[in-house]
């Protein structure tokens, strides 16, 4: 991948700003995780995704990719422990982590064309 992503066509702005928004209301719907630590974890990775993803719109940096690819992992093991804590499974739980990895792989697809 190329580390000045130049420009952007506009299906991947578009992909990017769902992103953004799903990342966003995702925080919303699984917050709080239920322990403190995991609670402020939780958060920081959200914006850790958010900064990523304004980084590849804003600047065209590939580091806002690994950024936000590296934060919806950690999301990922958020979402699972958030599962564990509250002892079921909810289409919620599965969705986001379908969402975590679906995503950056669509969009590190699409740079990889471009």
Do not use: Q
């Not at 299906?11 to 709080?32: D, E, K, N, Q, R």
């Not at 690819?69 to 599965?94: E, P, R």
């Amino acid at each position: 991948m190329k580390e000045n992503m130049g420009k952007m066509n506009k299906t991947l702005v578009v992909w990017l700003w769902i992103s953004v928004a799903l990342a966003v209301s995702g925080a919303y719907m699984l917050y709080p995780i239920g322990i403190w630590i995991a609670d402020i974890t939780f958060v920081i990775v959200k914006v850790c995704m958010v900064t990523g993803l304004l980084i590849m719109l804003a600047a065209k940096k590939a580091e806002g990719f690994y950024l936000w690819a590296t934060a919806s992992g950690c999301a990922v093991i958020m979402t699972i422990i958030k599962c564990v804590l509250t002892g079921s499974v909810t289409f919620l739980f599965v969705g986001s982590i379908f969402v975590d990895i679906f995503m950056p792989v669509m969009v590190f697809h699409m740079l990889k064309k471009a």
